[in-house]
Structures are given as C-alpha cells and as structure tokens.
C-alpha cells in the first residue's frame, strides 16, 4: 500500500528531523546535503504527493521506469524543472535512454560508457551531469568501480577528456561534467560500518576537485541511503538517496510499468 499525502508528511518531517541532527553534529548547514528522493518502485501518484511535498530531485534504478515517471517535464513547488537522477547501473544498450531522461546519472563505471553519453549528449544538445560508481563496499554483487582501480581510471578519464574549461566542460567532453562520485555503503544493517567506505570515497573526490582541470566541479558526493545517511552526511555526502524512509517499503512484485502520462 501506498502513503496517503499525510502519511508522506509525517515520514518527510521524521526524515528531515534525522538530516538536521546529522547536519548539527557534522557542523554541516542542512543547505549542502540534497534529499533524492528514491520513487523506484512507486507509481506517478507517489511522485506527485513527493512533489507536492516540496520534492525537487527524484532517483531511479531503472531506465524505463525513469522513462514512465519522468520523460514529461514536471515542475517542482519551488518553481524549477524536476531532475531525475539515474542512480542504477546502466546497460550499454540502455545509455541513449538514460542520458535522455537524465539530468544526472549516479552510476557510471567505464570509458565507454562515458564515450556514449558524450555522443547522446552532443545529438540532444544538452549538458549531463554525471558521478562515478565504486565499489567501496568491495562486494562482488555490486556494480561500480573497483576501489583500487578508481584512481588510475579517473587519471585516464582526464586523459582522454583533454583541456577542460572553467565550468569542468572538456574538449572531448563537451557535453558532460564530471561531478564527483557515489557508493553504496556496506548492507549488514550497522550504518557504522559504511564509515571507512564513505570516508574513502570523500578523499578521492577531494583529491580529484583539487586537480582543477575536468574536475573543477568534482564537488558531488552521492551517499547514504535510509539506513546510513547519518553516516553519510558526517562523512561529506552533498547527495543522499532516500527511499523507503519516505516512501516506505518497496514491493518487488509490483513493477511499474504502466504508462502514466
Ligand atoms: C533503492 C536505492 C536507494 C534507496 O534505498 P533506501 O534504503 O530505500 O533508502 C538508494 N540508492 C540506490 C542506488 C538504490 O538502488
């Protein structure tokens, strides 16, 4: 069962209440960590409770469900166009797609990933942010980099990117900004124990903003989800990726499939 709009608020206002004690003890301004809403699994109507809430950013794993939710352009209370964040691994096949409905994508984990979506990108004419996955948790089942081999990619991806302006934008890139990194913290149920992967991931991220060059605006941290955010947020995340905490539960046996728009 979905929430009810006033079920929502209440999940929103618990949510938010976990953010800003995050947010006091990391002497952190609660401006600087954004909320994803995560609506995989959730039909439209969700999106559009979450958005009447004040939602501005909603996160998706699937490109066709994000295609479903998000291909028509939606505004926020706020004012601005909704973004919607891709934040699972992506087929090769399925990036023209992706980089499409896309403002951001969170998962990208090769060079020729990041070849294609220059391609897309230049056909559309638009600008896509895009994050790095590694695998800090260093478990087999997940997607993303390897965390011993980050570093060499990312002095690659430079490489091949070649001169860069101001603004991140490359030569070769044009079209893309390389804007920092995600994870996913380790899932034993102990948020303490994502710590040492979160801290790793905000040391690269530091190390490569401070490069300059294409990662002038390497600024994006993409961590914590219901269950560890607090760490997250004390370990520098500007990106969490809440779902169940103000959706609820997902139920996997329910697809969203249906034209909604
Ligand atoms: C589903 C998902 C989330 C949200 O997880 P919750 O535990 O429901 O908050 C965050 N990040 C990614 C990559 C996901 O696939």
């Not at 301004?29 to 109507?45: C, G, N, T």
């Amino acid at each position: 069962m979905e929430f009810t709009l006033d079920e929502m608020r209440v999940h929103l206002d618990a949510l938010e209440a976990r953010i800003a004690e995050a947010c006091k003890i990391a002497g952190r301004s609660r401006d600087s960590v954004k909320l994803v809403w995560v609506s995989k699994f959730h039909p439209a109507e969700a999106v559009e409770n979450a958005i009447s809430l004040g939602a501005t950013d909603f996160g998706e794993n699937r490109v066709q469900e994000a295609e479903l939710k998000f291909s028509a352009p939606r505004m926020a209370k706020d004012g601005s166009r909704v973004r919607c964040h891709v934040i699972g691994p992506v087929q090769s096949n399925k990036l023209k797609k992706a980089a499409i409905v896309a403002d951001c994508i969170h998962s990208i984990a090769s060079i020729e990933a990041v070849e294609k979506l220059e391609k897309v990108c230049a056909a559309q004419d638009k600008t896509l942010d895009i994050l790095f996955q590694i695998n800090a948790g260093e478990e087999e089942t997940k997607s993303g980099l390897d965390v011993h081999e980050a570093e060499n990619f990312l002095n690659e991806l430079a490489a091949k990117a070649g001169a860069a302006s101001a603004d991140g934008k490359s030569e070769n890139f044009p079209h893309l900004r390389f804007r920092g990194l995600m994870t996913i913290g380790k899932n034993t149920g102990v948020a303490e124990d994502s710590r040492e992967c979160f801290a790793f991931l905000r040391n690269l991220q530091q190390k490569f903003l401070a490069k300059g060059g294409t990662f002038a605006k390497f600024d994006q941290l993409s961590m914590g989800m219901t269950g560890d955010l607090e760490v997250a947020i004390e370990e520098g995340s500007t990106m969490i990726r809440v779902g169940t905490a103000l959706f609820g539960e997902r139920d996997y046996s329910k697809p969203v499939n249906d034209p909604v728009l």
